[in-house]
């Protein structure tokens, strides 16, 4: 299975509310990263998260880590329309050498 | 800005061709990397490159082989293109020696459809 695993798989929300997605995954790792992809591109770095920080914040998104439960948050606040996308979390595994293992990703709507 | 090319957006290949996927990045980045995307699956890594003529398996390699002659180019082979490798296949780079410890920076994908 994969490294790091989303939930929900998929998520449709209105403009302005909160969409909230989960990575957890099974290995130590150095960093967890999270990234977007509009429909039929490539992906985009959001935000990196090394394994001693807890939580980090971008503009609109804020990022947990808990290293105890091997899982991370991403936080999207007064989600957009052009928040619309897939969002895939990215570990870092010292065990597969500094490689990084990307999950299934969570496709977000948000309808306006 | 970081560029990272794909040579093509789409292509159309038949069985048994030969097909090479080129990626092209601007920004002096010592690695390289080749995954390929399919539903369900997320994006799985074929090969990567620490630096010119380095190249290192990923967890899918079978198929594929990969050319890297200059810093700014990394190319991926289909020795004999499969209908099984129909897939989305994404280049990635990232600065540093040791790979995945930086950001990877994305080029748009090829979506390659195997006939």
């Known amino acids: 299975s994969q490294q790091g695993e989303e939930d929900p798989q998929a998520l449709s929300i209105q403009e302005g509310e909160n969409a909230t997605m989960n990575c957890s995954y099974k290995?130590?790792?150095?960093?967890l990263q999270w990234y977007r992809q509009n429909s039929g591109r490539g992906l985009v770095h959001l935000i990196l998260?090394?394994?001693?920080?807890r939580e980090k914040h971008s503009g609109r998104l804020r990022v947990t880590l808990d290293t105890s439960k091997k899982s991370s948050s991403l936080l999207i606040t007064a989600s957009r329309a052009a928040d619309t996308a897939s969002y895939f979390c990215?570990?870092?595994?010292?065990?597969?050498?500094?490689?990084?293992?990307f999950g299934g990703g969570t496709r977000v709507l948000v309808k306006p | 800005d970081v560029k990272v090319t794909q040579s093509s957006r789409y292509l159309v290949k038949r069985t048994g061709e030969k097909v090479f996927l080129e990626c092209v990045q601007d920004?002096?980045?010592?690695?390289m990397f080749w995954y390929r995307q399919d539903p369900g699956l997320g994006l799985r890594l074929i090969y990567f490159?620490?630096?010119?003529?380095?190249?290192e398996k990923g967890d899918i390699p079978e198929g594929y082989s990969v050319s890297r002659e200059k810093k700014e180019r990394f190319s991926l082979i289909l020795e004999s293109a499969s209908t099984n490798q129909t897939s989305m296949y994404l280049c990635?780079?990232?600065?540093?020696?040791?790979?995945?410890?930086?950001?990877?920076?994305f080029g748009p994908g090829t979506r390659l459809l195997v006939l």
């Open positions: 990635a780079s990232s600065p540093w020696g040791r790979a995945g410890q930086e950001t990877q920076y």
């Open positions: 290995t130590s790792i150095n960093n």
């Open positions: 998260i090394r394994s001693n920080e």
């Open positions: 990215a570990t870092e595994n010292k065990a597969a050498g500094n490689k990084l293992t």
């Open positions: 920004m002096d980045h010592e690695n």
């Open positions: 490159s620490y630096d010119v003529k380095m190249k």
